[in-house]
């Protein structure tokens, strides 16, 4: 008789404990993807916003060596903000974001932003300077921060998978 009790306590409290079970698991795996799926989202958000302000630097880059070799065929395109501008942005971006940024690429940004740093020291004494020719040496900072743009953006685009 006492089987027969047990077996009955069994057939009805096996459904249970095992949809018991079974939810529990769904809800530790769900949370547990949806945790995943927001931090790749965010990463993918933080990737843009720095590869945008990276993209907006090439561009001016690009437009102050054409204006430093007086090449009249290039584009010129409106630009916005200067170097230091820039900087700041980029900088601001990496700040903001810098949780679901990986170490490679806050390492090769700030590598970014050091060349930046001299390209606006640079862009000072440009300023400053009446005499074309003497102006041009200065354009040589414009082709090193653009390799290293370049760099960073090999890096963004491996890391993304793209």
């Known amino acids: 008789m006492n089987h027969n ?3 009955t306590v069994l057939l009805v409290v096996s459904p249970i404990v095992s949809a018991f079970l079974a939810s529990v698991f769904t809800y530790r795996y769900l949370a547990r993807s949806q945790k995943r799926d927001y931090l790749y989202q965010q990463r993918y958000v933080a990737y843009k916003e720095l ?3 990276l993209i907006g630097l090439r561009k001016y880059c690009l437009d102050k060596i054409s204006e430093g070799e007086l090449n009249t065929l290039y584009h010129s395109y409106t630009l916005d903000m200067g170097s230091a501008q820039y900087q700041n942005e980029i900088v601001h971006v990496v ?20 060349k930046l740093s001299l390209l606006c020291k640079a862009e000072t004494v440009i300023l400053g300077i009446a005499n074309e020719n003497e102006k041009r040496t200065y ?7 653009l390799t ?3 760099k960073c953006l090999q890096v963004l685009s491996a890391e993304t998978e793209l």
């Not at 354009?139 to 921060?145: D, G, L, R, T």
């Open 95 to 114: 700040e903001a974001n810098a949780m679901f940024l990986s170490n490679g690429i806050q390492t090769i940004v700030q590598s970014v932003v050091d």
């Open 5 to 7: 009790l047990l077996f």
């Open 51 to 53: 590869s945008s302000q």
């Open 148 to 150: 290293e743009i370049e």
């Open 139 to 145: 354009y040589s900072f414009y082709p090193i921060v």
